[in-house]
């Protein structure tokens, strides 16, 4: 029995007119017609007496009426909650991310949330820091994961991945690239490969170098790790980066002294967000720091 076929009786049943009920349920009045009739040969009965150009309910009309009207209201339900399940449990997540977000564990642990919620897709977006933190609270995005030096300063929901500080990485066959730590100062007649200013890295390692006593030398500026690496690798120079990960065998890193401390975080604006996206906040939250409450 087609839901449309009910549909169109209980309409009918109420209106008893074909031109009415075809104009509610945007349809011909022949269709309309159609789907009595037919409901009425599935059914063996006589829903509407039609004999004198007006349209009256049958008696066995109003016997089923009630439950047909309960059918179709039950199937509205059930189209309108289905609907809105599959918003709820499909769709789209933006998440800004910065350059390094593949260098670290997170990366994988995120993106394995796609076999947990296959119906979720994952949109990254590769953005530095700085433009990261904008393009959220324009809500261009949906969450964001950034390192902050600063962060007290961002007023958003937040979950804390880690903290790292800075290392200096050297040619293997630098004559420092065996020690256990380097004073900062020992690096002063050093060129330094930088990452740009837009990493938001660039200023802590001017700032940190200026507190060992010295200004550096910056011989190269790059945004891409890849390059900075190939310099170091080159003997062109030395980078203090923060704890990168890189199984490159010809590069050494070492702690420096003075350093600086950075948190890895996801944040996202505060306020009211859709089911998927608390779904995908409440997944990375077991990957949160430990001893980490907020």
């Known amino acids: 029995m087609e839901i449309n076929k009910l ?41 509407f007496d039609r004999s004198n150009k007006k349209v009256i309910l049958s008696d066995y009309g109003k016997l089923i009426l009630p439950n047909a009207e309960k059918i179709v209201l039950l199937s509205d339900w059930i189209s309108k909650e289905t609907s809105e399940f599959k918003n709820n449990n499909s769709g789209q997540i933006k998440l800004g991310i910065i350059p390094t977000f593949a260098n670290y564990d997170i990366f994988k642990q995120t993106m394995a949330y796609q076999k947990v919620k296959p119906d979720i897709s994952l949109a990254l977006q590769e953005i530095e820091t700085n433009q990261l933190i904008n393009t959220l609270k324009l809500k261009q995005i949906d969450l964001a994961f950034i390192r902050t030096m600063t962060l007290e300063k961002l007023d958003f929901e937040k979950i804390i991945i880690a903290q790292e500080s800075f290392t200096v990485c050297l040619n293997k066959e630098h004559p420092l690239a065996n020690k256990r730590e380097i004073e900062l100062v020992d690096l002063k007649n050093e060129n330094f490969i930088m990452l740009a200013k837009n990493s938001l890295l660039y200023e802590p390692v001017i700032n940190l170098c200026r507190t060992a006593g010295f200004n550096p030398k910056v011989s190269f500026v790059s945004d891409r790790m890849s390059s900075i690496f190939q310099m170091v690798e080159n003997n062109q120079g030395v980078a203090i980066l923060m704890h990168p990960k890189t199984n490159n065998p010809e590069l050494s890193f070492v702690p420096i002294k003075p350093t600086a401390t ?13 089911k998927i996206e608390n779904d995908f906040w409440n997944y990375l939250k077991q990957f949160k720091m430990p001893n980490w409450n907020s």
């Open 262 to 274: 950075g948190t890895l975080l996801f944040i996202r604006n505060k306020g009211k967000h859709s």
């Open 7 to 47: 549909r169109a009786f209980v309409d009918l049943a109420k209106t008893l007119s074909f031109s009415e009920t075809a104009e509610n349920l945007y349809t011909s009045q022949s269709t309309i017609s159609k789907q009595i009739k037919g409901l009425e040969k599935e059914l063996g009965e006589t829903l």
